[in-house]
């Protein structure tokens, strides 16, 4: 048994410290970004903003409004073949806007395969699990890379510069970084594993562009300041479920109260709800570590969109950061000892 002694911040633990600025709007600031990539040939540009691969918020009506931002979507797992065929219109048509996900069990290596031969343009394949430390995944992670040497390979999840290292190694281009902090994943309750995911992505992020390669901030962002705050710890990409869940276009079961007001389902993909949906029920040597949660009904999500999109502008004019890119080297966080309130439930939005 260790400890280690340093402290590790979440979100809520600090604040970006303004400086003097020469940017004059927040119109004059760009958050696209162009990417080239460790290991695939493919570029990509954009802005680097994606919604998260749960049944819920991957799904293709999120990324057709996603895709007007230039924004990606990670489709979750339980699209079958057929379903991608019924819509392959416009799959084929924004290539450039979803990623494939694959969990590691041979079944679903199988039909990834099927999809991917059959929608040959998607650039993304998202190789998705709980945990990413088994020696299994990284032999999966490379076994990937060398089947589809083109795409664009996401692999997580990880929270630890180490593994970082070895996933990119190992064939990953990008590295989705966070284990437990997500609205709807109660990993570090049920576990008691997990890094705020603050530090999380600062050491990640270290550890992947020393290699040349990328990181997602996946989870822990309820508020457009947290975006911020997460692309300016070094994450290059942002992914989003709660924030994008509760709207017309979000998936789930609408729910009504007796006073009229409605709600959205949103859950975790390892929770006691999604296990029965697709797995027939808990496993007896698993338990649940996902909270199933009723969102406040939320309108359009162009709305939440643009709160997102103007909150990270914002940021970056209150340190001069002219691009999005620039967001980092721009950026000094002062540690807080405070806590604003980032419950999700409680969390609203203006629209």
């Not at 797992?77 to 590691?104: H, P, Q």
């Not at 430390?133 to 060398?146: A, G, K, M, P, T």
């Not at 199933?292 to 001069?320: D, H, M």
Request: aromatic content about 8%; overall charge neutral.
């Amino acid at each position: 048994m260790r400890i280690e002694s340093d402290t590790k911040l979440d979100f809520k633990d600090v604040l970006i410290k303004p400086k003097r600025s020469t940017l004059s709007s927040r119109g004059e600031v760009d958050i696209t970004r162009n990417f080239k990539f460790k290991h695939s040939p493919y570029t990509w540009t954009g802005c680097p903003i994606i919604s998260a691969n749960m049944d819920t918020t991957g799904i293709i009506s999120i990324a057709q409004s996603l895709e007007k931002e230039k924004m990606l979507t990670c489709l979750h797992k339980f699209y079958t073949v057929e379903d991608l065929k019924s819509i392959d219109s416009y799959i084929k048509s924004y290539k450039d806007s979803v990623a494939i996900t694959c969990g590691s069990n041979p079944s679903d290596y199988e039909r990834l395969r099927e999809i991917v031969n059959y929608l040959k343009q998607v650039k993304f394949i998202c190789l998705d699990v709980a945990n990413g430390y088994s020696e299994r995944f990284i032999e999966f992670v490379s076994q990937v890379r060398n089947d589809y040497p083109e795409k664009v390979i996401i692999a997580g999840n990880v929270c630890t510069a180490e593994m970082t290292e070895a996933l990119i190694l190992a064939g990953a281009d990008i590295i989705k970084v966070g284990i437990g902090p997500g609205a709807a994943c109660t990993t570090r309750i049920t576990a008691g594993v997990g890094v705020p995911q603050f530090s999380a992505i600062v050491e990640c992020a270290d550890a992947a562009h020393g290699l040349g390669g990328h990181i997602i901030g996946d989870g822990g962002c309820t508020t457009p300041g947290d975006v911020a705050k997460a692309f300016g710890a070094g994450a290059d990409f942002v992914m989003l479920g709660s924030m994008f869940s509760g709207h017309d276009e979000s998936g789930g079961e609408v729910i009504e109260d007796g006073n009229g007001n409605k709600y959205k389902e949103f859950y975790g993909m390892s929770s006691k709800k999604a296990n029965e949906k697709y797995n027939g029920g808990l496993a007896k040597h698993r338990a649940s570590e996902g909270r199933y949660i009723k969102v406040p009904y939320r309108g359009p999500l162009e709305n939440t969109l643009q709160q997102i999109t103007g909150g990270l502008r914002s940021a970056c004019t209150y340190v001069g950061a002219s691009r999005i890119k620039d967001l980092p080297k721009c950026t000094t966080f002062v540690k807080v000892n405070t806590t604003h309130n980032t419950i999700f439930e409680k969390y609203t939005i203006d629209s």
